[in-house]
């Protein structure tokens, strides 16, 4: 006499469910190493091209009005022409954002101007230029002592400063956004009497740029 052999509902939910999870076991790691494989690609290429900073040059600067108003209040105002430069020859660069101010002895004299927003294309340059301004800004009160100073030592140093984001460009892939800074140094002539026109930096000096 044969004995048939049945197997429960039980038994045949326990298969099925093993073999869901192997399914989705195998898709994740189809997954795991597409993403992967993208990855070092991508890694690859950007080792290889290691894009360069972009480079950024003071052309000209000139201070139209740096008065007190009352003990501390200052009114500024300043125009700059700046010259960026891509220098790499693979990767492109978009500025998504750029503002500029100017300080002068770590101190702030003007609002934030911002610049409008481009590409840069490969080994591309482009002229920027913008009118910084600060109406009743606070200062600290040795302000008018140090330009007084500068008045008598014949020339006052400024800084123009550009901070924003940027993202590389290679190929069809685009970056994520990185912090750059800009920092340049206009030095103008600045004797004991108080000249008509404006102060001006006309040396075309190079700017250090971090990002």
């Known amino acids: 006499m044969s004995q048939a052999l049945t197997k429960s509902p039980k038994h045949?939910?326990?298969?099925q469910g093993l073999n869901i999870g192997k399914l989705y076991k195998k898709l994740f790691l189809v997954f795991s190493t597409l993403s992967t494989t993208i990855l070092s690609i991508i890694l690859l290429v950007w080792l290889i091209l290691h894009p360069t900073k972009p480079e950024f040059s003071l052309k000209e600067a000139d201070i139209y009005q740096l008065n007190l108003s009352g003990s501390h209040l200052l009114n500024s105002s300043v125009q700059l022409t700046l010259l960026s430069k891509n220098p790499n020859?693979?990767?492109g660069i978009y500025y998504d954002e750029l503002k500029v101010y100017?300080?002068?002895k770590g101190q702030q004299i003007t609002v934030y101007t911002s610049l409008p927003p481009f590409y840069q294309g490969h080994e591309d340059s482009n002229v920027l230029t913008a009118s910084l301004v600060g109406t009743g800004l606070p200062v600290a009160p040795s302000f008018g002592y140090e330009v007084g100073r500068d008045q008598t030592a014949g020339r006052l140093v400024l800084n123009l400063k550009v901070i924003g984001r940027l993202r590389w460009k290679v190929g069809t892939w685009v970056s994520g956004k990185y912090r750059v800074n800009v920092d340049c140094l206009a030095v103008m002539?600045?004797?004991p009497s108080i000249p008509?026109?404006?102060l001006t930096s006309r040396q075309g000096t190079q700017c250090s740029t971090t990002v």
Not at 12 to 15: H, S
């Open 89 to 91: 020859q693979k990767v």
């Open 196 to 198: 008509t026109g404006p």
């Open 102 to 104: 100017a300080a002068y």
């Open 189 to 191: 002539a600045f004797g």
């Open 12 to 15: 045949c939910g326990n298969k």
